[in-house]
């Protein structure tokens, strides 16, 4: 019966205790995480690790939610709708942000304030271990003689590996794009054999990497990842395409004080610096320099710009041809 | 031999106080939230990881396993209790198991569903500890092609399922399927069936769809029924299960098994989808098909075995190539990723060690979920005289905290609310509605499968013929609907025959 | 109920899917420039959905033709016997429930989680015939703090805690209780 009690006189009584809670200083209660896909990816693995790290340097526990669905979107949309008072922050990865691009969901990047640049990392393109092409000009050349023959596991239609497949299309070295839904089931289908190559970032696929079961063959960056110092850069096959990076942040709606931005962003600069964390991004290849908010805003703007400008490009060429 | 001083220091690892407490409480928590109408083993999964940062890796690992072996379990006890499936893959044991407790026998009932569990997940985690490597590249020569064609033999099940109106349950079965494909596309991201509404763009989760239609659709018609609920434990439940009983049954058992272990390797499919197919399989191997839906004890049995046995299989995948093929995996290697240790070949030349712990972590599972699962089943029996009206509210709030936890998005609590209504209106009309979360369930799954294949093989539709494996699963789907189709047809055509022979 | 209007009842429900199959193929995709993505000759994502259309369209019709067959040739056999088997059931409590699940999930979203529960457990027990406050007051208070501690305290679920007044009543609560 005494705990029936306790949450009858509660309940009258809570109206009398609300008042006060608002004066108190931030943070004062738990922040929700919003992971905004599910258990088990790199978004999620980002979120978790943030949120253990940074709660004790916030002092308040950091629950995570993984709210997936649409690219990303549905997680997004909760923390637009939740009260902008940092008591909510959310995963915004460069997937969902191509996909506002792509003309999904309603979101644009200036209804965010990004808090801090946690993880940033180039895209890659592999083979499985038995495939004939040890170099990308090889396998570059073999797309140029067969065109659309050979088959890239992608996540994907008009995400960035769609774009890049498009782009190598634009320069004469045609492939397929076959789009898998699932992450899994996208290595799953490269290792075994069964598409030619994978397109992704290497975090994800490290184990396989180690193991020996996918071999790099090519970077799609200005210059060589400091981890793969033996794969080639696409920079240096004059290929223009290392103007899509593999961004993970953390961000709050835009309307949230300035103040809760700064103490959040301070929170995650320190755990920028523990050597868990640069244990954390090294084994997944995904170290970054800190940013301030403001910088790392303008890396989510440009990014849209640049996203919708090939989607454009593509769409008016599609157009002509018809 | 090697092997053998593994599994050993495995075992060792797997009875040190910690692991052991660990996995203990991982299967009692499994296996109560399976059983609680709406929190399903994803659920209680999701709901554990945060607790898993402060163990070990293999810890993390025992803990979960216990949670997914107890879970996948758990459900069949609502199944059987109140017909209300904890988990989607426990419906099929809603269909013999709540039968038989309608006949006074919820004990004998529940000894089977948990001995046919137990030796399922206990075949497949010794086939994970012996074969996990050569099997594994077994399943890495499955393509998507292979992976439509099972999912057609489970479509073809639901079919072959359907007692009578075959259209009814086909209809049902596409309804389903067509809600599967609302929400974005899986390969052009396009959002389909939207109406405006951005939340339709995630689409419509199976798991919602079927906490609506049996939960909250079953509560509602209990308290306009006002059902005495004490007369289904009229004799104390029914006698208990001897050796002899278990022997009659080893046949389904067996082939549950073997069908969990195969359908347990392919990505997205799983327990639910393991469970159906062997119901529909034993449907027509028992030989008692034409009873079945009046609790007959083998097809309680093969599912049962069938849903256990994809749980070690499961794990195939993701400890050998790192590929979770399910949520529950998944939630496994965010845990495994967030200690650092990545699942995959090199666990298996680095870590030896830590596999065999798990691998005997798994085993002992098996083994002690009888007695977690005969504990549990006890006190959700006690728990079945509470009046109809508490029970009630409670499995609703309990569902719509299960709907919501899916993705925690509240759209998805107004869409278990909506199935609720149609769930009821299906059981007062008597309109199927089982192959209606099948379709949902299975129906993006086929679709996913199918576009791929055609991207992946240039748009050839016969792809499907063409590959070996593809060809065979298709083949023996052909012949099943033929099988299970004969006696219809029988029917139709000696009803015929007589017909003629009254005219004449 | 005369024949007629019993056969039209029977022959509602297959007839609205039969027309269903056939509107919604207009709203499969938000604009029609969408399908324009899909290239020639290969399968897109209106395929699946515009076949499964068809299949649900054709299993209704033929239950329509069935039942308005069954219908024109023989009265509807069941209804007598069915009404019979069951002593007591009362139709109007059922869609009171419904309802009232409708005016839980409504409630969750406005009152937060803690206290649209704590309502509904009452009222769903005194729907279902349980009207003494002995009863009552326990199971729902008991109930609502368990419930909290396990899927608030425990799981961390991100339940809801209202809008405005309730906001920071259930957080006033969460913080009487320690879970804050």
Redesign the interface.
């Known amino acids: 019966m005494t705990a029936s009690k306790i949450a009858v006189s509660a309940l009258a009584g809570l109206l009398a205790i609300s008042p006060a809670l608002a004066q108190e200083k931030y943070p004062s209660r738990p922040i929700e995480m919003i992971v905004t896909f ?4 790199g978004a ?2 980002m979120g ?2 943030t949120a ?1 790290l940074a709660e004790p340097v916030l002092g308040v526990a950091i ?9 990303g ?2 997680g997004l ?2 923390l637009l709708t939740n009260p902008a008072d940092g008591y909510s922050v959310a995963t915004l990865i460069a997937l969902s942000v191509s ?1 506002w691009a ?1 003309g ?3 979101a644009k990047p200036s209804d965010f304030q990004v808090v801090a640049m946690m993880q940033n990392s180039p895209s890659m393109l592999f083979v499985p271990k038995n495939s004939p092409y040890k170099t990308a000009r090889e396998f570059l050349d073999a797309a140029k003689a067969n065109p659309g023959k050979l ?1 890239v596991a992608t996540s ?4 960035q590996d769609d774009i890049t497949v498009r782009y190598l299309a634009s320069q004469g070295f045609q492939a ?7 992450p ?2 996208r ?3 490269t ?2 054999g ?2 030619d190559a994978l397109y992704e970032e290497p975090g994800d696929v ?3 990497i ?2 020996g ?1 996918l071999r790099p063959l090519m970077v799609f960056d200005a210059k060589r990842h400091e981890s793969f110092p033996d794969v080639t850069a696409s920079m240096e096959l004059g290929l223009q395409i290392s103007d899509l990076p593999n961004f993970r942040t953390i961000a709050v709606p835009a309307k949230t004080p300035k103040e809760i931005v700064d103490r959040l962003a301070a929170a995650m600069n320190q755990v920028l610096d523990k050597p868990e964390w640069q ?2 991004c090294r ?1 997944t290849y995904t170290c970054t320099e800190k940013m301030t908010p403001d910088q790392a805003q303008q890396v989510v703007v440009k990014f849209h710009d640049t996203v919708k400008g090939y989607l454009d490009r593509f769409g008016a060429e599609q157009q002509s041809q018809k | 031999m090697e092997v053998f001083d593994l599994i050993g220091a495995g075992f060792a690892g797997a009875f040190q106080p910690f692991n052991f407490a660990v996995l203990v409480i991982g299967l009692l928590v499994g296996v109560v939230a399976g059983a609680l109408p709406g929190i399903s083993f994803v659920n209680a999964m ?2 554990a ?2 607790f898993t ?1 402060l163990m070990a890796p293999t810890q993390a690992m025992a803990f979960l396993g216990g949670i997914y072996a107890g879970g996948v379990f758990g459900g069949s006890i609502s199944s059987i209790l109140i017909n209300i499936p904890g988990t989607p893959a426990s419906l099929p044991a809603c269909w013999e198991g709540y039968p038989l407790t309608r006949k006074g026998q919820s004990r004998r009932a529940l000894a089977i569903a948990i001995t046919a569990s137990a030796t399922g997940g206990l075949v497949s985690a010794i086939l994970l500890t012996f074969a996990a490597p050569p099997f594994a590249q077994f399943a ?5 092609p292979e992976f439509f064609a099972a999912t057609v033999l489970g479509l073809l099940s639901v079919i072959a399922i359907a007692k009578d109106r075959p ?2 349950s ?2 049902s079965l ?2 389903g ?2 809600i599967g ?1 609302i ?14 509404v ?2 339709m ?3 419509i989760n199976f798991t919602v769809v079927m906490i609506g239609l049996f939960a ?1 659709g079953e ?3 209990l ?4 059902p005495d609920l004490s007369v289904r434990r009229e004799g104390g439940g029914g006698r208990g299960l001897s050796a002899g009983d278990l022997w009659r049954i080893k046949g389904s058992i067996g082939r549950g098994t073997g069908i969990g272990c195969m359908i347990g390797m392919i ?2 499919a799983g327990a639910t989808v393991g469970a159906v197919i062997a119901y529909g399989v034993e449907k027509q191997a028992s030989g008692r098909g034409r009873d079945f839906g009046t609790g007959i004890e083998q097809g309680l049995a093969a599912p049962e075995a069938a849903k256990n046995a994809t749980t070690g299989a499961a794990l195939i ?1 993701l400890l050998t ?5 399910s ?1 529950a995996t ?2 496994m ?2 845990a495994m ?2 200690h ?1 240790v ?5 666990l298996f030349t680095g870590s030896v060690e830590t596999v065999y712990t798990i691998f005997a972590s798994m085993l002992l599972a098996n083994l002690l979920m009888i007695v977690a699962a005969a504990l549990v089943s006890r006190g959700f029996s006690t728990l079945m005289r509470t ?4 029970l ?3 499995i ?2 309990l569902s ?2 299960g709907a ?2 899916v ?4 759209f998805d ?2 869409v278990c ?1 909506a199935f ?2 149609l769930g ?1 209106v299906m059981k007062r ?1 008597g ?1 199927p509605s089982a192959p209606l979360v099948l379709g949902v369930i299975l ?1 993006p799954l086929a ?2 499968y ?3 294949s ?3 093989y240039d ?1 050839d539709y016969t792809i499907f013929v063409q590959r070996p494996i593809s060809a065979t699963i298709l083949g023996l789907a052909a012949l099943f609907v033929l099988w299970s189709l004969w006696p219809l047809l029988r029917a139709l055509i000696g009803r015929q025959g007589k017909s003629r022979k009254g005219y004449t | 109920m005369t024949r007629a209007t019993a056969l039209l009842l029977r022959a509602a ?1 297959p007839a609205l ?1 039969v027309v269903a199959a056939l509107v ?1 193929p207009g ?4 604009n029609p420039e ?1 399908a324009a ?2 290239g020639e ?9 515009t076949m ?2 068809w ?2 369209g054709l ?2 019709a ?2 329509l033709v ?1 039942v308005v067959w069954a219908g024109l040739r023989a009265p509807p056999p069941e209804a007598a016997p069915a009404a019979a088997g ?1 002593p ?4 109007r ?2 869609w009171a ?2 309802a009232m ?2 005016a ?2 409504y409630a ?2 406005m009152m937060g989680f803690a206290v649209a ?1 704590l309502l ?2 009452a009222a ?2 005194v ?4 009207r003494r406050a002995v009863v009552l007051v326990p ?1 729902a208070a008991i ?1 609502t703090v368990v ?1 909290l501690y396990v ?1 608030v305290a ?7 805690r209202g809008r405005g007044v309730f906001t920071a009543a259930t957080t006033g609560l969460y913080q009487a209780i320690g879970i804050y």
């Not at chain 1, 599910?38 to 990816?41: K, S, T």
């Not at chain 2, 190539?321 to 093929?325: C, E, R, T, V």
């Not at chain 3, 000759?41 to 959905?49: D, K, Q, S, V, Y």
């Not at chain 3, 425990?154 to 809801?160: G, K, T, W």
């Open positions: 599910g258990p088990g990816g999620d693995l978790r690790q253990r629950p995570v939610a993984n709210i997936s669905g649409a690219s979107n549905a949309t909760r996909s792509a999904l969901g309603t088959r994907g239609l008009g995400t397929k794009n076959v789009p898998f839904a699932k899994a089931e290595y799953a289908s290792v075994g069964h598409t490290a184990q396989f180690k193991s079961d244990k954390f084994e | 999701a709901m990881l945060p940062y890495l020569r499955f393509d998507q259209v009814i086909m209809l596409f309804i399927m067509l494909t929400g974005v596309d899986p390969m052009y991201g396009l959002p389909r069936f939207g109406f405006g951005s939340e763009q995630s689409g909250i509560v509602v018609d308290i306009a029924a006002k990505p997205g995948p190539l790192g590929i979770p093929g949520a998944a939630i290697l965010a990723m967030l650092g990545s699942p995959g070949p090199l009046p109809p009206a508490i009630g509210a409670f609703i709030v719509i905290v919501y936890g993705r925690n998005n509240f609590v107004w609310l609720g209504a009821y009309t309109f129906g679709e996913r199918f576009l791929t055609l991207a992946n748009n | 429900p899917i919604l709203y499969l995709l938000p969408a993505l899909v000759g290969e399968a897109g994502p209106t395929l699946w959905p499964l259309l299949l649900v299993c209704a033929f239950w069935r069951r007591v059931y009362n139709r409590l059922a429930g419904v699940t409708f839980y999930g969750i979203e529960t509904f457990l769903w027990c729907l279902g015939g349980i199971v109930g419930l899927f425990l799981a961390q679920m991100p339940l809801d």
